[in-house]
Every structure is written in structure tokens, then in C-alpha cells.
């Protein structure tokens, strides 16, 4: 059975930086690629940034490119997004998510297969 499991999120401050994981199990993560995606109520879920299944290749949305990173631990299964100077627009339940073909539907939701619970991120001003 496979499980995606976030952590790491919490209230913070604007300019603040937080990194949130993903624990994997049931699954290999060298096989499969890992998206992150974000959620506000009312709202469809939206697609922040992607790596690739080696870790070798990362894609980012316009909103969070050049403050986010993606990495990923494929030994340890454990995938990460690190944020800098986050803003009150970041507030959002962030899902973590992974695919084997999903690198080349990065930016889908219907391009993963497996999808975490979420963890929740609130910046205040």
C-alpha cells in the first residue's frame, strides 16, 4: 500500500522561510517523479513545482520560482520543498504527490497517481 505523508507545516511570519516534507512508503522513489501542489478553500488545486524521478530535473510555477526548492531523498523516500520569503498568498494545505509518468503531466493533477493528506501553511502579515 502506498502512502504519502506531509509534515512540516505551520503558521509563519511574511519574509519567513519553512520546509515541508513528504515521507514515502510502498513505493520506490527513484521511480517516480513528486509534485507539490497547494489548495485554498473554494479554490482548485494548483500546481507549484515538480522533480523529476533521479532528482536531477526541477520545474517551478511562476509564483514560486526563484523562492522555492524541490528536492528529493530517494534513499531515504523522503521528498522536500523548501520555501523562502513566504508571503500571506502562500497560505494554503499543501499536498505532496507522485507518479511514473508523471513528469511529463508535471503540472496536472490528473498526472499523479498517489496524493498526501496535506499539511497546512499560514502566513501572516
Known amino acids: 500500500q502506498v502512502q504519502l505523508v506531509e509534515s512540516g507545516g505551520q503558521s509563519v511570519q511574511t519574509g519567513d522561510s519553512l520546509m515541508i516534507s513528504c515521507a514515502g512508503s510502498?513505493?520506490?522513489?527513484?521511480?517516480?517523479?513528486m509534485g507539490w501542489f497547494r489548495q485554498t478553500p473554494g479554490k482548485e488545486r494548483e500546481f507549484i513545482a515538480a522533480i523529476s524521478w533521479a532528482g536531477t530535473s526541477t520545474y517551478y510555477d511562476d509564483s514560486v520560482r526563484g523562492r522555492f526548492t524541490a528536492s528529493k531523498d530517494n534513499v531515504k523516500n523522503i521528498a522536500y520543498l523548501q520555501m523562502h520569503n513566504l508571503e500571506p498568498t502562500d497560505t494554503a494545505v499543501y499536498y505532496c504527490?507522485?507518479?511514473?509518468?508523471?513528469?511529463?503531466?508535471?503540472?496536472?493533477?490528473?498526472?499523479?497517481?498517489?496524493w498526501g493528506q496535506g499539511t497546512q501553511v499560514t502566513v501572516s502579515s
Open positions: 510502498g513505493l520506490t522513489f527513484s521511480s517516480v517523479s
Open positions: 504527490a507522485a507518479g511514473r509518468q508523471s513528469w511529463y503531466r508535471r503540472e496536472e493533477v490528473e498526472g499523479y497517481d498517489y
